[in-house]
Structures are given as structure tokens and as C-alpha cells.
């Protein structure tokens, strides 16, 4: 369907309305066209109602801005829900678990297709056995189909057919990764161990037939971001191929939200390719509902992969050699390669930097250029999850960058494993919220789902109970005088990151010119303990005054 096509709705909603504009709740928001047109009391809903609107009341429950997601994965995260199985603990507690998932899944699989599983983020340490399964032990499963294990993006685990037709090798002779340097773990005796990093788009698996792609991309959003009031969301587009399936889904309403488009290079093509195509993009179903803001790149690798470029040295366990820092993937000349290419052509550039060393480059970078305010703020992915000084921030005002960070990898791994892979150099400044807004700092909020995701993690209401709870995957309550409250989480996981898209101006926020983008809450969860954020449902989405989804107990 396209914008013209596309239904917007009048309606009037009442409750606690939450705008996140920094003034007390209102009690009425009225949307006519799609937009909001009035926010303020009950009588504004009782004109609506005269001039024939319909009025839904919400009571006491809250009503907010419809989330924003910025960083999502949605074309793996689909593709891995319809043909991969799920090996996640705690589904499955042991490795014996994960084989015999797989062993029971092979018996489908297609002559010529992969036997693909997922698992957690640091699967290694969540598995009772502290460590990946082996390459002979998935060989137990089968030698004759591929096998691979993706556990949370960075790092896979091969068996022996699969390593012969990735052709490992050549990643050991300096061929270049995609989403960090690649690595080939070797036994003692130079064999690949079946554990690598950084090439998982690089594996020969057969591609998913694109009406399959299709529906698990409607069936996945619907599921796990529309039930959560996600409205908005930013795409880490892998490829090309399903960038019109991405915008027909969109523009027939199958997926109910707005996107936003970041090819990532050299994921989906090399830099100078992805620019023209993110600078030429049109959506069908218009800009209103899709477009391409910028490109992807990446400055280092992940912690999972134990390859992301830190100041402080991995500690011998997790080190291949003394005084290991990860590896960089950019450096201050390849940043600022990047900057001209986006700045020529107008579009922004988001660059993954798990570790400080990585955003020293990019800082260096952009500080080295007159102007950095002059232009399109550059987005760095997953600054603010570990900040090693708090002089930092200020070097992160004056680039003009726009930390986008993950607050449910606190509870992922950053609070329980950051500090087995770098000692005490992990131990403090994860995630500092606190620290962020006091300096001035406006950190963005995102889930970056992708495979391996933990159950919650799309979730923005366990994002907010993360943001003031911090709690880790073991349960320990880390460096609790860097919580914020519940209003300040609700704003990055609105307003900020509409900013983050440079869609501040429609959405995000409940006021008036804004398009009608809103998720009714099954409560007010500011009226009691922690338990009721993280608890909290969303009983109905609006988008652009049309309800897309009603939680069946709610309906």
C-alpha cells in the first residue's frame, strides 16, 4: 500500500498521557489524520467526541510515546527464527542438550541446505559446561551436512563439513571479515578448532526462498516488536536482497511501524557502494513509513569474539598473547575515509565501537576536522556500554556523536563478562547512565536483537527495568549510583531515539503535529516498584491513529 493508500485514523485517546516532553502527564491526546492534532485535558476529548471521534478511555493505565528501536537486527533475527534451531540456555542447560536438539532437527534438513542453531551472546560461559561445544562433538551430529552454531552474532562454531566449505583457510591468509577481523581458532596442533568470528555472512549457506523471508519478517516483528509497542525501528540491513520485502511489509502494514535503513559495509557492499544506494534510495511505500538514513561500519569486532580494541589488556585466559587488546578494524585514516564519503553525499554513518580504543579513532577522528556540529551527528554503536574514564564524555560533546547503547547487554554480559575478559578494567563504567546525563550526554537506547538474543531482550520495558534496576545475568546489582529513573529511561527509548534516526520531528514524543504513534500500557508502572516495569504489558499499539495490535487478555 502505498502513503497515499495507507489509512490514518481520528480517534481520541484518554489516561495517563506520558509525552516525555519534560511536563506533567496530560489526560487527553486527540489524533486527526494521523497526527496528533490537541494534548491536554479530558475536554478535549469530549470535543472530540461531539464533532463524532471516537474517544477510547484508558483509564488509569499510562499511555506513551510508541518506542523506538534504532539498532535491530530484524532480516537475521527472521531469517534464524524460520530455519535455525534454537539452542539458547535455558532451553537447552548443556551441551548433550544442544546435540540432541540438533541431532532431532537433521533428520529434516534438505540435501544441498546448512543445519543452522543459535545460541546466547558468550554461550560459553551460559552453558553448564563453560565452553562451546566442539567441532567433534557437532561431527557426532553429522559429517556429512554443514553445521554451524551461531552464538549471538560475533562467533560460530563449525563442524567439519562446514569448515571445508567455508574454506577457513583463507581467513588465516588475511582475508578481510565483515563485522570485525576475522578469527580461526587453531588446536595446539595448528587444526581449526571449529570456533571462528567475524565471517558469519561469509559461510556458503543456501539462501532462505524470499517468500519464506516474507513471512518470518512479518511473523518476527509482529511477534517480538509491534506486542512491545516498537512503532519505529532502525535496520542494520545485511544485504540488499530483501530491502523491497523490508519495504512492501511496511507499506501494506504487515509490518506496522516506520523503518529506517543502515546498510552496513562491507556486509552488504563496499563503502562507496553502499552510499550511492543509500543516497538514491526511494521506498514505495514513501518516506513517511521507509527510507535509507546512512551507512554501517565497523571499528572493531565483539567481546563474545573477544575481539573488541580496549585500552586495557584481555587477561591471559582470554588472550591469544600478552598485552592482547582486541583488534581495531578502523582506524583514524579509514574514519575519516568514511566521513568524506557520507559527508559527500549527505547521509549519516553509524560505526559499531565495542571497545574505547576503537572510539578513540573515531573521536580522534572527527575531532581532527573543523565543524564536527556542522554536520549530521555521527551515530557510534555501543558507546556509553563500557566508559573507562569520565573525561571521556566530554570529548563525546564536542565530536558531536550520538552514543547508541544497549542497555539490556548490561544484563547480557557486560556486568557478568566484560570484567572475566579484562580484570578490574571492567569493573566500573558500565553503562553510566547517570554519569551520561549529568555531563550532558544523550545516550540513545536500543535492543541490537539479533540471533541469540536473550528472550527479553526486544522487549523496551525490560530495557527500562534494566536502565534502573542493573542487574546482571547472575543477579548482581552493578554500580548502582548510575540508575536513572523511569522518565529518563522512557526518553531514550523514545525521543532519543527518534533523534538517533533524525526523526525527532515526527515522532517520539506525544505532541501535537506529531504523527499518532502511541503503546498503551496495561498499568502505570511509575505507581509502583521495579517489579511492575519490568512486569509491565502492552494491552494496544496505535499507529498513525490506527490500532495495529490489541493484547488479546486487553482486547
Not at 32 to 42: D, E, F, H, L, T
Not at 153 to 170: F, I, M, Y
Not at 264 to 289: F, K, N, Q
Amino acid at each position: 500500500m502505498t502513503t497515499a493508500r495507507r489509512q490514518h485514523d481520528s480517534i481520541a485517546l484518554t489516561g495517563r498521557i506520558v509525552s516525555v516532553t519534560g511536563g506533567a502527564d496530560a489526560e487527553a491526546v486527540v489524533i486527526i489524520n494521523g497526527r496528533i492534532a490537541a494534548v491536554g485535558s479530558r475536554r478535549l476529548a469530549e470535543e472530540a467526541r461531539t464533532s463524532g471521534i471516537e474517544v477510547r478511555d484508558f483509564g488509569e493505565r499510562a499511555v506513551v510515546p510508541g518506542f523506538v528501536d534504532p539498532h535491530i537486527h530484524l532480516e537475521l533475527l527472521s531469517t534464524a527464527r524460520g530455519r535455525a534451531v534454537d539452542c539458547r540456555v535455558p532451553g537447552c542447560k548443556t551441551i548433550a542438550d544442544v546435540l540432541d536438539r540438533l541431532i532431532e532437527a537433521a533428520a529434516d534438513v534438505a540435501d544441498g541446505d546448512w543445519l543452522l542453531g543459535y545460541g546466547n551472546l558468550f554461550f560459553d560461559q551460559k552453558l553448564a559446561e563453560r565452553r562451546l561445544p566442539t567441532r567433534a562433538e557437532l561431527d557426532r551430529v553429522s559429517t556429512t551436512i554443514p553445521i554451524q552454531i551461531a552464538c549471538g552474532g560475533h562467533t560460530s562454531v563449525l563442524n567439519t563439513r562446514a569448515l571445508e566449505l567455508a574454506q577457513v583457510e583463507r581467513f588465516l591468509n588475511g582475508a578481510a571479515g565483515l563485522w570485525g577481523s576475522p578469527v580461526v581458532h587453531l588446536d595446539d596442533n595448528g587444526v581449526p578448532t571449529g570456533v571462528v568470528s567475524e565471517i558469519d555472512q561469509l559461510l556458503p549457506v543456501p539462501p532462505m526462498d524470499r517468500a519464506e523471508v516474507r513471512r518470518h519478517l512479518a511473523s518476527t516483528y509482529s511477534e517480538l516488536f509491534t506486542a512491545y509497542g516498537v512503532t519505529t525501528f532502525g535496520e542494520m540491513l545485511s544485504s540488499f536482497d530483501n530491502a523491497d520485502i523490508m519495504d512492501d511489509l511496511v507499506g501494506s502494514k504487515d509490518i506496522a511501524a516506520r523503518g529506517v535503513l543502515y546498510p552496513m559495509a562491507p556486509s552488504a557492499g563496499p563503502l562507496e557502494e553502499v552510499c550511492d544506494w543509500v543516497s538514491t534510495y526511494r521506498s514505495r511505500a514513501g518516506t513517511d513509513w521507509m527510507r535509507a538514513a546512512g551507512t554501517k561500519l565497523f571499528a572493531d569486532g565483539g567481546y563474545s569474539a573477544r575481539n573488541a580494541a580496549t585500552r586495557t589488556p584481555y587477561v591471559a585466559e582470554h588472550a591469544p598473547y600478552p598485552g592482547y587488546k582486541g583488534t581495531l578494524n578502523m582506524t583514524q585514516g579509514d574514519v575519516l575515509r568514511a566521513l568524506r564519503a557520507t559527508r559527500r553525499r549527505d547521509i549519516q554513518v553509524a560505526i559499531h565501537a565495542n571497545g574505547p580504543r576503537a572510539q578513540d579513532e573515531i573521536l580522534s577522528a572527527l575531532l581532527s576536522v573543523p565543524g564536527p556540529h556542522d554536520h549530521r551527528p555521527v551515530r557510534i554503536e555501543h558507546a556509553g556500554n563500557l566508559v573507562n574514564d569520565r573525561a571521556d564524555l566530554e570529548l563525546f560533546r564536542r565530536a558531536n556523536v550520538i552514543p547508541v547503547l544497549q542497555p539490556v547487554f548490561l544484563y547480557n554480559f557486560m556486568a557478568d563478562f566484560v570484567p572475566m575478559l579484562l580484570g578490574d578494567g571492567g569493573l566500573t563504567g558500565r553503562l553510566p547512565l547517570r554519569s551520561m546525563l549529568d555531563d550532558g550526554v544523550g545516550p540513545v537506547a536500543s535492543s541490537d536483537v539479533a540471533p541469540g538474543a536473550e528472550a527479553e531482550q526486544s522487549n523496551p520495558m525490560f530495557s527500562i527495568w534494566e536502565c534502573m534496576a542493573r542487574r546482571s545475568y547472575w543477579g548482581l546489582h552493578i554500580e548502582p549510583a548510575e540508575t536513572i529513573s523511569f522518565t529518563e529511561a522512557l526518553r531514550l527509548h523514545t525521543i532519543e531515539g527518534a533523534r538517533s534516526l533524525g526523526m525527532q520531528d515526527s515522532v517520539g514524543s506525544i505532541e501535537v503535529g506529531k504523527w499518532g504513534d502511541i503503546a498503551v500500557l496495561d498499568r502505570d508502572p511509575r505507581a509502583g516498584g521495579l517489579d511492575e516495569v519490568r512486569s509491565a504489558l502492552v494491552d494496544e499499539v496505535f499507529l498513525a491513529g490506527v490500532s495495529v495490535h490489541k493484547r488479546s487478555a486487553a482486547a
